[in-house]
């Protein structure tokens, strides 16, 4: 069993930056694999970034790529997503999300706010 708790959301302007943080406990993150979503109101969740826990790799959605940037700490067990250049768009629930080599995305965070406005 994984849990996952996001923090770091919070009210930014446009063209500002946040890093929101995923910390993990329950085992370490081995072949797991990590995603961020996201999800505004009255819209489908959407998919943000991946990144392999042991490998690394990165991916991202079409609309934050060259502005959104996943990492991890394997010391900290913590993955983060660093947002920048923001837009009112970007204005949504985020959410950490863990799945084990090719399983589903079984755990979640709770989630955090970002508002992007002036």
């Known amino acids: 069993q994984v849990q996952l708790v996001e923090t770091g959301g919070g009210l930014v302007q446009p063209g500002g930056s946040l890093r929101l943080s995923c910390a993990a406990s329950g085992r370490t993150l081995s072949w797991y694999n990590m995603r961020w979503y996201r999800q505004a109101p009255g819209k489908e969740r959407e998919f943000v970034a991946h990144i392999g826990w042991s490998s690394g790799i990165t991916y991202y959605g079409d609309s934050v790529k060259g502005r959104f940037t996943a990492s991890r700490d394997t010391a900290k067990n913590t993955v983060y997503l660093q947002m920048n250049s923001l837009k009112p768009e970007d204005t949504a629930v985020y959410y950490c999300?863990?799945?084990?080599?090719?399983?589903?995305?079984?755990?979640w965070g709770q989630g955090t706010q970002v508002t992007v406005s002036s």
């Open positions: 999300a863990a799945a084990y080599a090719n399983q589903g995305f079984d755990y």
